[in-house]
């Protein structure tokens, strides 16, 4: 007859439920797990003898607890670790290799704007040759890198409604730093009006209350562009 363990392995179905990494996960955010409990997560389930975070901790361990070097390990390299098999192995070089491409790909994906020209160039696309006038927001993250750029209104003519509650609903929702408004003037004329002036000043004084500061409106028009920055109007 075989020995119990003198120290039994406890599974994770046995701990609290504020421990367990996938609750954990959804009590309190992604960022406060361990990595160990992150790749426990995508491993999924133990051995007979060590649970899916001890698991998890042996692997980090054979690369020095370094998360640049597990992600040069191959499907082979992972299965010589003790508990790892090839199903294990393959999920966390799948990973390894979307965090490389999300990596790799985040400055082309996300372009970023230090100036009015470049407002008004990302912006371009979706606004020449518009004969009706439309109403967009440009949203940034604190390095000036365009998270979304949505389309809040459009309208006739002459003009379009603006409503703060969905400018700031959108920004938000999309976890912005700081956003740029945006509309044309099918007509060319790049001189604001004053409806335009005031509602600049009305989303000025709502993103200083909510932390989202308003740091330019475009307005845009084929060939050129009005910067309430730059005119110092804001």
């Not at 730093?177 to 044309?184: A, G, R």
Request: hydrophobic share 40%; aromatic share 6%.
């Amino acid at each position: 007859m075989k020995e119990s363990l003198e120290f039994p392995i406890h599974k994770i179905s046995h701990w609290a439920e504020e421990d367990r990494p996938r609750e954990k996960l959804l009590l309190k955010g992604r960022a406060s797990l361990s990595d160990a409990e992150l790749l426990g997560i995508l491993i999924g389930s133990g051995t007979k003898d060590m649970n899916a975070i001890d698991l998890a901790k042996a692997v980090l361990m054979k690369v020095n607890n370094s998360l640049g070097e597990l992600a040069k390990l191959s499907v082979h390299d992972l299965e010589k670790i003790k508990g790892i098999g090839k199903a294990k192995a393959i999920s966390i070089v799948s990973a390894m290799e979307l965090g490389r491409r999300r990596s790799d790909r985040l400055p082309d994906e996300k372009p970023r704007i230090t100036c009015s020209e470049d407002a008004w160039k990302i912006i371009r696309p979706f606004l020449s040759d518009i004969s009706c006038e439309e109403f967009w927001v440009i949203i940034l993250n604190r390095a000036n890198y365009v998270l979304n750029t949505t389309k809040v209104s459009s309208g006739g003519i002459s003009g379009t409604v603006a409503d703060p509650k969905i400018i700031f609903k959108i920004a938000l929702d999309a976890r912005g730093s700081s956003i740029i408004l945006v509309h044309n003037h099918p007509s060319g004329n790049l001189k604001p009006s004053e409806a335009d002036i005031s509602l600049t000043r009305k989303l000025k004084e709502s993103g200083l209350l909510l932390e989202l500061p308003v740091i330019d409106h475009i307005i845009f028009t084929d060939h050129s562009y009005f910067s309430f920055a730059d005119e110092g109007i804001l």
